[in-house]
């Protein structure tokens, strides 16, 4: 998937957990784990939006 230049690659913990409607500490302990891919960009941590894109579609898929 290619990105648009205004596009954003990463998100943070909150965003992700407010979009997959869990609590921030369940992603941070699933960041922790390993499960779930993340980078520190300053003084917080990222998640790549495909790997959330990817989660979603996954989850999609087993419902319909």
Do not use: C
Not at 3 to 19: C, G, H, P, T, Y
Not at 45 to 59: D, G, R, S, Y
């Amino acid at each position: 998937m290619k990105l648009k230049e205004n596009e954003r690659q990463f998100l943070r913990i909150s965003e992700v957990a407010d979009m997959l409607g869990v609590h921030y500490n369940t992603i941070w302990r699933l960041i922790k784990e390993g499960s779930i891919p993340a980078v520190k960009i300053g003084r917080s941590w990222h998640i790549p939006v495909q790997f959330v894109q990817e989660l979603q579609k996954k989850a999609m898929e087993k419902v319909g």
